[in-house]
């Protein structure tokens, strides 16, 4: 795969929470170089991402709930609507992890909702994280299928701040359960060209990292 195609799969991702406004910025330069679908950053930094990304074409991505899950649906919906509102584009949540392992299906659903409901009211894109490290296969499937039927456009592998991160295993599984009708976004432990194409092959569309540079060196030039 080319480095401008493989670009338009990448939601480059910058989440250490000692992050500075220079580092901020200089992922977004190197966005705007190589054309990524994204720069992904803590909802702090959402109105200063859309500003440096202003006609690139590059969307702003923000967290919430971030990397827990554990907080309400009420303050997650909130977060989703204020990074909205200071310019981003595509929202990525994490689950209640805890309702989940519980059984405690109808909540997850409503957690899940609360946010899809805040996110697609102005038509922007919600991704569910489901932190796969916590998750055995049944319970992946579960929380793919209540995230579709909670209104989610993506699922997505891992925060990248728990056990482990993507497997190709994981993705081939959450690809199977939700078909075309959701997006599915790999994220975590991808440094490399062939782990990236590794998770593309299992059936991701979207793949979030830090390691961008890197990645698409080991990509034919266009």
């Known amino acids: 795969m080319n480095k401008r195609t493989l670009a338009t799969y990448i939601d480059h991702t910058y989440l250490k929470p000692e992050a500075t406004r220079a580092e901020i910025v200089k992922i977004c330069d190197e966005a705007k ?8 950053v803590n909802s702090c930094w959402s109105k200063l991402v859309t500003e440096q990304l202003a006609g690139s074409g590059v969307n702003t991505c923000c967290v919430v709930g971030f990397p827990l899950g554990a907080g309400s649906s009420a303050s997650k919906a909130f977060e989703a ?18 309702l ?24 922007k894109v919600l991704k569910v994280i489901i932190e796969c490290s916590f998750l055995d296969d049944d319970q992946k499937v579960r929380a793919c299928e209540l995230s579709e039927k909670a209104g989610a456009d993506f699922v997505k592998t891992s925060t990248g701040f728990s056990a482990s991160g993507a497997t190709a295993a994981d993705v081939a ?50």
């Not at 609507?81 to 805890?98: C, F």
């Not at 432990?189 to 991701?204: K, L």
């Open 33 to 40: 170089e190589y054309h990524t679908a994204s720069v992904c």
């Open 81 to 98: 609507e204020q990074a909205i509102a200071d310019g981003a584009e595509e929202i990525d949540m994490v689950i209640n992890i805890g």
């Open 173 to 222: 599984l959450m690809r199977k359960t939700v078909g075309d009708r959701l997006g599915v976004k790999a994220a975590g432990g991808i440094h490399s060209y062939d782990e990236a194409m590794a998770m593309i092959d299992a059936g991701a569309n979207r793949l979030g990292v830090s390691a961008t540079i890197k990645i698409l060196a080991g990509a034919k030039e266009d």
């Open 100 to 123: 989940l392992l519980g059984g405690e299906d109808d909540a997850v659903e409503a957690d899940i909702k609360a946010v899809a409901d805040a996110v697609h009211k102005t038509g």
